[in-house]
């Protein structure tokens, strides 16, 4: 029994040192040490054997077992190990490879737009001021010399809420917030930019949503020049030195005079287009020097105070300044559109 027993030790032994992953050794385990394993019919052969020898063989039995149980456990953990070592040599990370790039969206062309007018005016000494989109029918309207039923009124049909209550036209009825809030003092001198909602068709240069920048500057001594200086030295910054303005006589309620302001052509430079119709001119903006009775409605003296008003939109800034064909491009939201304006 001695020998069988070194000889199962040898054997099993030899099985383990060969082995080549745990699967193998989990045969040897089996064949060596399970319930029908040789060792265990040794260990059952017992009884035949004389009481001193029993003991020994028994003694010898268990360590056999340990021994080879020992050797199984200690290969099993080489073999992982190197399992392990094998993974991190064929599975290591390349830190220095650039990673995938970000997609980075861009300001969309009428913030763009907002934005540069904004620093413009700043740059003049200006602030810029906001007010409600669901505007009353006084500033809307009637702190603007818009009586109800004033016919300038028809130009701007809007969503109502109530008699009272509507989208706002313009960004006009700031005009009127703001000179409440200086309480009769100035000087004010503003801009305003923000959506406006008028009934109107839905065509390449129509939306009955868009957006405008109002103007409103009121001091002592305020005159049609200084209007004039101002929106030239805004259109020569925004669309480029070589430009030019001009003024043309026009209606608003609320100014008088009333100016319509072109900025000469530049694709043809001022000599005649198809963008131009010819003209070598493009209207811009409206302005004009602020009415009496809308500077006394918001508690100015105009015998003390006089100001200037401008309003412009910016959609159709921003269709000048990059050849933008239609309105529609800028509530669409396609992305090849808005890519193009990354650097802006
Ligand atoms: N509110 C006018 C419009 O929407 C634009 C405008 C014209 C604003 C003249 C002004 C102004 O402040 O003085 O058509």
């Known amino acids: 029994m001695r020998e069988r027993l070194e000889e199962l030790r040898d054997e099993a032994l030899a099985k383990v040192a060969t082995a080549e992953d745990v699967k193998a050794l989990q045969e040897v385990r089996v064949a060596y040490l399970g319930k029908k394993g040789p060792i265990t019919e040794v260990l059952r052969g017992m009884g035949k054997l004389s009481a001193e020898e029993r003991p020994i063989i028994g003694q010898m039995a268990n360590d056999v077992r340990d021994a080879i149980k020992v050797e199984i456990e200690a290969k099993e953990t080489k073999l992982e190990e190197a399992a392990v070592e094998k993974q991190l040599a064929t599975e290591s990370i390349d830190v220095t490879l650039p990673g995938r790039p970000v997609s980075r969206g861009s300001r969309h062309p009428l913030t763009a737009v907002i934005e540069e007018v ?59 917030r703001t000179m409440e809030k200086y309480k009769g003092q100035g000087p004010v001198k503003i801009i305003c930019p923000g959506k406006v909602f008028r009934r109107d068709d839905d065509d390449a240069t129509h939306s009955h949503q868009f957006m405008q920048i109002e103007g409103l500057l009121v001091d002592h001594h305020v005159r049609m020049s200084d209007l004039k200086g101002v929106l030239e030295t805004f259109a020569k910054r925004f669309f480029g030195e070589d430009r030019q303005i001009r003024l043309r006589p026009s209606f608003f309620p609320f100014t008088e005079p009333s100016v319509e302001v072109d900025v000469s052509c530049g694709i043809c430079g001022g000599k005649g287009c198809r963008i131009c119709k010819q003209t070598g001119w493009i209207e811009v903006l409206g302005a004009g020097m602020v009415h009496p009775r809308v500077l006394e409605m918001s508690g100015f003296d105009p015998k003390v105070y006089s100001g200037f008003a401008f309003g412009m939109g910016v959609e159709r800034l921003a269709m000048l300044k990059y050849d933008i064909d239609d309105i529609r491009h800028f509530y669409t939201n396609d992305v090849r559109f808005l890519a193009q304006f990354k650097r802006v």
């Open 118 to 176: 904004e620093d413009i005016f700043l740059g003049l000494g200006f602030t810029v001021e906001e007010g409600p989109e669901v505007e009353t029918d006084y500033y809307n309207f009637e702190a603007l010399n818009l009586p109800k039923d004033h016919p300038a009124r028809d130009m701007q049909d809007t969503f109502y809420f109530t008699e009272e209550l509507l989208l706002r036209t313009q960004t006009s009825p700031v005009q009127a």
